[in-house]
């Protein structure tokens, strides 16, 4: 049987005794990391399918895992014993020559694009903060500052290049491969590694006043007042967050109001002004930044000094209703009453919806085009005895909005991968929902052996 050094493989190969290994292994949280037996890091799209040839050759077959960004607080991108597929030499960004297109590696991080679009005054819809990774971003959805006017990143998608489960290495678009076009647009890892993505790209966007209010925790009530009030008249290029956070010297429990409202100072003192005039700020740090990426390069400073243990679950919902906002608000007070779980964060993102509601939840394999809100919650903490705790927490609060949900709407929507803590809390119909049944179709055409069985696996339909 041939070693995996003499497959010809281009980018390097890490193992346990290679110096770089404890390096190679890290996440962005300490609870995804597990420790392969191998790592590599492609250079060249076939180093992927020698890598596949490789794992899949062995008695028995090794666990594939793919790295992009590593963000992901599940163990999805990582392998006990397996190999890894590290994509992050694979990071390449180029513009088209009309400046319409940009073609992104898929090891790419959203700084990457953001710094060779910033060249050319240009912006894509993709994360809100840079160390994030593309593939991982777009293949669940992708949810961006600019979602109000253009929709998500899958919307944006024109095509792809993908490495299949059985080597070969083929493009998809509307086309091309359509099936599989329509899978990867929201459908995760489960059909393939894409090693590039084509975007549309628009005309950069700046200045928007950026930064936080904070009030007391005994505000909440009149800040969603005013919240309210904002959601009325909001327009497409202006969002505003709301986040449940304990700030230092004190970490009393306070409630912060984070506007992306595009436009000069002047142009957006008047919708600010509320904010500052029926409630009174304990901190104002508000103001402009020149363009929407400078904004999400911010918020990586933000985030920066986290606890190096964290998790993250999302939820959708169709309205801010105040009593649900209010008993999150006394969950996370209790939660978070003491020094390991105090950086825990809540955060409600209220952008405007309709563009992604625009298009029909059949057209992409992303679960949910209702118009719709998400929230965040960003459990964080030091010590693995407080994973047990943090899940717990992390999957109530995302389990009181889900049940107002389907009480005030009838609805229950689902929870998109990148939203989801892992398979053994989610099912695989609660992060696929109504397009599962499609995607066990195109599951059986692309990967019918279940090569890709990291995440929440797609079991191929029956003949």
């Known amino acids: 049987m041939a070693s995996i050094d003499s497959l010809g493989i281009q980018g390097d190969i890490v193992t346990p005794s290679s110096p770089s290994y404890h390096e190679s292994i890290k996440r962005r949280s300490d609870t995804s990391v597990l420790q392969p037996s191998y790592i590599v890091y492609p250079t060249v799209a076939d180093d992927i399918s020698l890598a596949l040839r490789f794992a899949l050759s062995q008695t028995p077959p090794l666990e594939i895992a793919v790295k992009g960004g590593g963000c992901h607080a599940s163990v999805a991108s990582s392998s006990q014993g397996g190999l890894v597929i590290d994509l992050s030499r694979l990071n390449a960004v180029k513009v088209s020559n009309d400046k319409k297109t940009v073609a992104v590696q898929g090891g790419a991080v959203w700084g990457d694009v953001y710094s060779e ?10 994360g809100n903060v840079w160390f994030v990774g593309v593939g991982g971003l777009i293949t669940g959805g992708g949810y961006s500052f600019l979602s109000g006017e253009y929709g998500l990143a899958v919307d944006n998608l024109l095509g792809a290049t993908v490495a299949l489960a059985d080597g070969r290495i083929v493009k998809c678009n509307e086309k091309e491969e359509p099936d599989l076009f329509w899978a990867i647009r929201g459908g995760g890892n489960q059909f393939g590694i894409v090693t590039e993505f ?6 950069a966007r700046g200045p928007a006043l950026v930064g936080g209010l904070a009030y007391p925790g005994t505000e909440l009530g009149n800040v969603l007042k005013v919240v309210q009030d904002f959601l009325k008249k909001r327009t497409p290029n202006n969002k505003i967050n709301i986040a449940f956070g304990r700030p230092p ?10 506007p992306y409202f595009e436009g000069t100072e002047s142009e957006t003192s008047s919708i600010i002004a509320p904010f500052r005039t029926e409630i009174t700020p304990v901190s104002d740090r508000i103001g402009i930044a020149p363009t929407c990426n400078a904004v999400s390069h911010g918020a990586d400073a933000m985030l920066a000094s986290v606890p190096p243990r ?3 679950r ?6 801010l209703w105040d009593e649900m906002a209010m008993q999150v608000f006394e969950e996370w007070v209790r939660y978070t009453d003491n020094e390991e779980t105090r950086a825990t964060m809540i955060m409600w993102e209220l952008g405007y919806g309709g563009k992604i509601a625009k298009v029909g939840v059949e057209e992409t394999a992303f679960p949910v085009r ?21 899940r717990a927490f992390a999957t109530k609060i995302a389990g009181i909005v889900n049940d107002f949900n389907e009480q005030k709407t009838g609805k229950k929507l689902a929870t998109p991968a990148n939203f989801a803590i892992g398979p053994d809390v989610e099912s695989v119909q609660e992060v696929y929902g109504v397009n599962l049944e499609r995607l066990r179709k195109v599951k059986a055409k692309y990967d019918p052996k279940k090569v890709w069985s990291k995440g929440w696996v797609i079991e191929p339909a029956s003949e």
């Open 310 to 312: 964290a998790l993250l």
């Open 198 to 203: 084509v975007l549309k790209t628009y005309p």
């Open 117 to 126: 679009l910033e060249k050319h005054e240009l912006v894509a819809v993709g």
């Open 314 to 319: 999302g939820a959708l919902f169709s309205d």
């Open 370 to 390: 209702d118009p719709h809100y998400y929230l965040i919650v960003q459990a964080r903490h030091t010590s693995p005895e407080s994973d047990a705790p943090a």
């Open 249 to 258: 010297p004190h970490f009393k429990p306070a409630v912060m109001v984070v």
